[in-house]
């Protein structure tokens, strides 16, 4: 069982900054690739970005792609989601994930989630 709380998100203007932390529980954590999941209201969940379980490989979406940056902290049982040059529509709740498939390019199944935190974004 692992247990992730995000923290982080809030209100910003368009083209500032937020850095998403989550930490989890767990000893097995290091095992585990971890992700960021987004939905915005009245829309299906979109995937955003996820990271193997060392770390050396990461896969984005394109419409965050060179905008955010995924990395992890196996030692702190913490993964991030830098999010830089926001824009109206990065605007959802951000949920990140634990577990499930991860192949360079594609993450999906994940087994774990938080509950969520809430990123806003005015133009």
């Known amino acids: 069982q692992v247990l992730l709380v995000e923290s982080g998100g809030g209100l910003v203007q368009a083209v500032a900054s937020l850095r998403l932390s989550c930490a989890a529980s767990?000893?097995?954590?290091?095992?585990?690739?971890m992700g960021w999941i987004r939905q915005a209201p009245e829309t299906e969940r979109e995937f955003v970005a996820a990271?193997?379980?060392?770390?050396?490989?990461?896969t984005y979406a394109d419409s965050v792609k060179g905008r955010f940056t995924i990395s992890r902290d196996n030692a702190w049982n913490t993964v991030y989601l830098q999010m830089d040059s926001l824009k109206p529509e990065d605007t959802a709740v951000y949920y990140c994930?634990?577990?499930?498939?991860?192949?360079?390019?594609?993450?999906?199944?994940?087994?774990?989630w938080g509950q969520g935190t809430q990123v806003t974004v005015s133009s």
């Open positions: 767990g000893r097995t954590f290091s095992s585990y690739p």
């Open positions: 990271i193997n379980w060392s770390g050396d490989s990461t």
């Open positions: 994930t634990a577990g499930g498939v991860y192949y360079t390019g594609d993450y999906f199944y994940p087994s774990y």
